[in-house]
């Protein structure tokens, strides 16, 4: 048998192990009621409501509001973090210039701009997808900078023999070069995407998984609570996963 094919099967099978240990942990806590259940409701009951929500009640159209916000934001960001990612990049100048801006508004939270957002724009869809776009942008931007900033010398020699134009050297050598650390930030910044729409929902009030959420916990539904946050982790779990399939894809001349 193939070592990585009987690696994967341990790997898999490990994982799998490891997660029903934590359910049956959950089940054990609920079953002796370690905790009450006003708070924390057991696998069964999740699952109910769960599959209540998603059959009989509003809870796939507003999964579905919070996927689409999600992607929205995450296509925007991804466009400009690589747009402006390699501008900078492929400009020494500029990249001593903006480095300092850059690490300056870097770290600030998206969660702080939501109150200066909806002080100019009002409390909007337009609003959570500027703010998802804001804070999902970085991670794009600062990989995209770093690959077309580690382009080899040489190739710029060879750009300039061709007399390739910027605009030409960015798509036919740039590009390539800098494709796998772009790709590692529209991974990071998908996970970003999706905490942020979730907050954006909750803070501005607006239609979605978050907004029920939080709704679920004011009302002390707690299976309909962890029934949330359930969705939440396979949203999370099957885009991560569409991703990395879409980045093997892309970057399948660069395996060994």
Do not use: C
Not at 229 to 238: C, P, Q, S
Request: charged content about 10%; aromatic content about 8%; hydrophobic content about 60%.
């Amino acid at each position: 048998m193939n070592p990585k094919l009987l690696m994967r099967g341990l790997d898999a099978a490990t994982s799998l192990l490891v997660t029903l240990g934590l359910l049956g942990l959950w089940w054990l806590a609920t079953r002796q009621e370690w905790v009450s259940a006003i708070f924390l409701p057991g696998p069964q009951a999740t699952w109910g409501a769960l599959r209540e929500g998603l059959l009989q009640g509003e809870l796939l159209r507003l999964t579905l509001g919070t996927v689409e916000r999600m992607a929205y934001g995450w296509a925007l960001a991804s466009a400009i973090g690589i747009a402006l990612g390699a501008l900078i990049g492929i400009s020494p100048a500029l990249r001593a210039w903006l480095q300092p801006m850059l690490e300056l508004i870097r770290p600030l939270p998206a969660s702080a701009v939501v109150p200066v957002a909806i002080a100019l724009i009002g409390l909007s869809p337009a609003m959570v997808l500027i703010v998802i776009a804001f804070g999902a942008v970085w991670p794009v931007l600062l990989a995209t900078v770093h690959g077309f900033a580690s382009i080899e010398p040489r190739l710029h020699e060879v750009s300039r023999v061709l007399r390739l134009s910027p605009l030409a050297f960015i798509f036919k050598i740039g590009l390539p070069n800098a494709l796998p650390d772009a790709l590692a930030g529209m991974r990071i910044s998908l996970t970003v995407s999706l905490i942020l729409a979730i907050v954006g929902e909750m803070l501005a009030s607006q239609e979605g998984l978050g907004q029920a959420i939080l709704l679920a916990a004011r009302s002390f539904r707690s299976a309909e609570l962890f029934a949330g946050v359930a969705l939440l982790g396979l949203i999370g779990f099957v885009s991560n996963a569409l991703l990395s399939w879409a980045e093997h894809r892309v970057l399948r001349w660069k395996q060994p």
